[in-house]
Nanobody
């Protein structure tokens, strides 16, 4: 059974940086896509950034140039380096894995950006 667990969320001032990590367990094989989504209060869950097992990346326009997604396939981990954080980046961030057209989700980690 696939399981995802995030870590690294917290409170940070605007302009600061934060790194999220996610470790996956279970039978995970290529090809797959791992990455991050977020959901702010009273908003829909949205894509932040993803990276395929072949290293192809996809970023939301709102985070392009500020956030960087990376992976360690051997450790089944995905990371999100977040720089120049803005108040509007405040949300619950979810780790996601797409494998054989099925989506798996972590429980989420809160990121709060203060002024």
């Amino acid at each position: 059974q696939v399981r995802l667990v995030e870590s690294g969320g917290g409170l940070v001032q605007a302009g600061g940086s934060l790194t999220l990590s996610c470790v996956a367990s279970g039978n995970i094989f290529s090809p797959n896509v791992m990455g991050w989504y977020r959901q702010a209060p009273d908003a829909q869950r949205e894509l932040v950034a993803t990276m395929s097992s072949g290293s192809k990346t996809n970023y939301a326009d709102s985070v392009e140039g500020r956030f960087t997604v990376s992976r360690d396939n051997a450790k089944k981990m995905v990371f999100l380096q977040m720089n120049s954080l803005k108040i509007e980046d405040t949300a619950v961030y979810y780790c996601a894995l797409t494998l054989l057209s099925r989506n798996y989700w972590g429980p989420g980690t809160q990121v709060t950006v203060s002024s």
